[in-house]
């Protein structure tokens, strides 16, 4: 059959998706009383949430994340997407990581399935930043999720807060449709769609993303072996300053930072030898008991000035000749002096924030009190000494410390 066939014999079911899920979309409008737009990140979903947007809006913005680490056919398709929502008065957004991704590998590692860095830095701190700067009043997000694409997404609500970003209302009129509806639809539309998915390739996001499989790499490597390159001459490097076989990069073990027990039977299986865990750490720390105080020390330097940018954050700051005092924690240039053992590491921890920083902006975005700027001339986080109230907010999203759940901000 043909395409204009297989559209007319589903017509009717199709255009009662349609009906609905714009009924949805002004629902929610009317609900949330909030200006609206759409993520476009140049995949099938979210094209299909931007042509019901067409349909039942007339004025809205369009929202892309360039997490930087895009094919460059994503990036021409959007262009021409862009061009032409501009003749029709739509306004586009760009939320651009640039080079963040690559300039933060030295500082974190490769990303991992269960170290998923990555999508803080390219998408959820871009994106906070982005709509705090647009939308400071807060905004209503349609995007293409679909309740068929995982376990984690069924179970999740058809509109939800953004938990990341302020006063952002996330809204998915597409969550009931599955993939084939998703395509008649487009194709019912005459849509312009990514030419990647013609390409063999159905995963359009970044092409280095740990949850590739390996029939996704290997495609990549057939289709795009530019890019292929790119990203393994990266992967060698960390290859050997862990130590790693080359199975690490040939069966895709650098896809885990600590390997699933599946991954180490196939390590076994294969008889290679691949270290369970890997671990990067720029900034190193030794902790030492003496006299009833914590000593803490680091591979480096301490510099006052550094600590003191950022030092509200652990608590009220005084300023001495050669050391910065937060509450009882005692900086000096060679030493942190704490009276426990909590206060030497939450010390660690504001230094390694101070140092490694890669200018994400997730703790911009999650600050209550706005305190939080990065400085753009070293991208990096300093704080307002005059508005931070020392609540912590910030330390719990920093990717530099911990990431709980691997999923997170990999959902936007
Ligand atoms: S999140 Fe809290 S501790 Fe961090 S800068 Fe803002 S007010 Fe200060
Ligand atoms: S301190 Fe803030 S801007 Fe810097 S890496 Fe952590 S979350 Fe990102």
Redesign the pocket.
Known sequence: ATMEEVIKANRSALEEKVKEARAFMRKTVQNTNKPIAVAFSGGKDSLAVLGLALEEFENFTVFFNNTGIEFPETIEYVKEIEKELKKKNIKFIIADAANAFWNSLSVFSPPGRDYRWCC??TKL?PITLTIKEHYPEGVLMFVGQRKYESMQRYKQPRVWKNPWVPNEIGASPIFHWNALEVWLYIFSRKLKYNPLYENRLDRIGCFICPSSSLAEIQTLKEEKPQLWKKWENELKKWKDRFGMPEEWITHGFWRWRRLTKGQKAIARELGVEVPEKRTWEPIRYSLEERNGEFILKINTKIVLERIEEVAPILGEVSKERDSIKIDSIVFTKEEVRAKSREDAVRAYYLIK?AY?????????GKCPENA?R?NPHTR??EVDSARCIHCGE?ME?????KIKNPQEGSQL
């Open positions: 803080k830095v701190g924030r490694e920083c890669v200018g994400c902006g997730v703790c911009v939080l990065i990096k986080i910030c999203v920093c990717p530099l410390l």
